[in-house]
Structure formats: C-alpha cells, structure tokens
C-alpha cells in the first residue's frame, strides 16, 4: 500500500525564520503536487513537480524532488504571517499514459507566528 | 470566469437518505475528481473520470455513487450505505495527464 508521509504535522515558527516540510512516500513515481489550504476553504495548488532533481519556487517557497530518494521538500524562506494554513504533498500514482490520481499526505499544519 | 462550482455549500442529511453533491466546471476539462477530508487528515480519492461516461473507483468508494453524463458535470451520491459521510467533500479537475488538478470549494456534509 502507498504511503505517502509528512514531517512535520505542525510546525510552529517565528516570523523571519527558515523551515523546511518533507513528504517522504513509499512508491515508484516521478510527478509531486504542493497544495495550501487555509482553515475552511479549499485547496490551492502550489507547485507540480514533474521530474527528478525538479525545483520550483515561488515568493518565499521552493520545492524540490528527489525521485530516487523518493522525497520532496517544501522550503520556507523567513517565514510571514501570511504563510500560514495547511500544506499538502500528493503523488502521482499512475503511468503517465493512463492519467492522474494522487495519493495525499496528511498535511503540515503551519503557524508563523509574530 | 472559468472555474469549479460545488453546491450547496452545506448539506444535513438525515439517517437513511441518500443526497447528491453537485460539481460543475467551466474549464473544458477532461478528467473530473471526488475527494473526501476528515478533520485534520489529508484527502481520501472517492472517484475519478478521465473521459465522458467512464470513471473508476477510487480508494474509498464504497457507500458513493457517480455518473458523467457531460463533460462539465459529475455528481456524486452520498447513498444511505456509507455508515460515517460527515466529511468535506472537494471535486476537483484536470486537463490531463500529469496536470495539476484545480479544486472546487467543497461541499460540508453533516449526518444528523
């Protein structure tokens, strides 16, 4: 059975300082979403990440994948209150060819705090 | 505007009914998705549809019923077999293959 697991599950920080989430998972796959998720609303992607040694950043968050490690980061850079919700690794189970589903880590719950 | 629209936005259901969670997206989409979220966990795949009039289950599809009869539409039912439904409940869509997927804002189901 896939895992896909989350390290932290909370993370409480101060405003200014670096972090880093991991999204270790259990099987074969090279194609990684971030998603955020603030409390009682939907989610909002992030990043895709679609191939290894893949890094993307936005504002003060950078992603990264290691297909061999089987591992994503997710990298916040001196944190802001802003920042703070819910993130989420998925991963991508199937074959490129026969489509998209994706497994979900639990989450990293974040609170930047001021 | 291009997007996902989930109604209603809250939903109480009494013991024994079955209810219907609408999804709709404008975005011309080709595969369309139904997740579950318990409080404090990550999403659980109900069902998924890559084409018009196919779909397979997902992880946790027992108790749930869907139908893709157009390619903006895929609604699920939450029948009277599903012992535990208060969740939340996102749809969600995608192009393709390996495309992100783009999230509805969730339907709240409440068993009274």
């Known amino acids: 059975e896939l895992k896909v697991e989350q390290n932290p599950l909370f993370l409480s920080m101060q405003e200014g300082k670096n972090y880093t989430i991991y999204c270790n998972y259990s099987?074969?796959?090279?194609?990684l979403y971030w998603y955020r998720q603030d409390p009682g609303k939907s989610l909002e992607s992030l990043f895709v990440?679609?191939?290894?040694?893949a890094v993307k950043q936005e504002g003060r968050l950078m992603a990264s994948l290691d297909t061999k490690a089987r591992l994503s980061t997710l990298h916040i850079t001196a944190a802001v209150h802003d920042l703070s919700a819910t993130y989420f690794c998925?991963?991508?189970?199937?074959?490129?060819?026969?489509?998209?589903?994706?497994?979900f880590g639990a989450g990293t719950i974040l609170r930047v705090k001021s | 505007d291009g997007g996902i629209t989930q109604s209603p936005k809250y939903l109480f259901r009494k013991e024994g009914q079955n209810v219907t969670l609408s999804c709709e997206q404008n975005?011309?989409?080709?595969?369309m998705y139904w997740y579950r979220q318990d409080p404090g966990q990550g999403l659980r795949l109900i069902y998924y549809?890559?084409?018009?009039?196919?779909?397979q289950k997902g992880d946790i599809a027992e108790g749930y019923s869907v139908s893709r009869e157009k390619k903006e539409s895929f609604p699920l039912t939450v029948t009277s077999a599903q012992k535990n439904p208060t969740a939340f409940y996102l749809c969600?869509?995608?192009?393709?293959?390996?495309?992100?997927?783009?999230f509805g804002p969730g339907t709240r189901l409440t068993v009274l």
């Open positions: 969600a869509s995608s192009i393709g293959n390996s495309d992100t997927q783009y």
């Open positions: 099987t074969t796959s090279d194609r």
């Open positions: 990440l679609l191939s290894n040694g």
């Open positions: 998925a991963v991508d189970i199937l074959p490129m060819e026969y489509g998209n589903k994706l497994v």
């Open positions: 975005l011309n989409h080709d595969a």
């Open positions: 549809s890559q084409i018009v009039n196919d779909f």
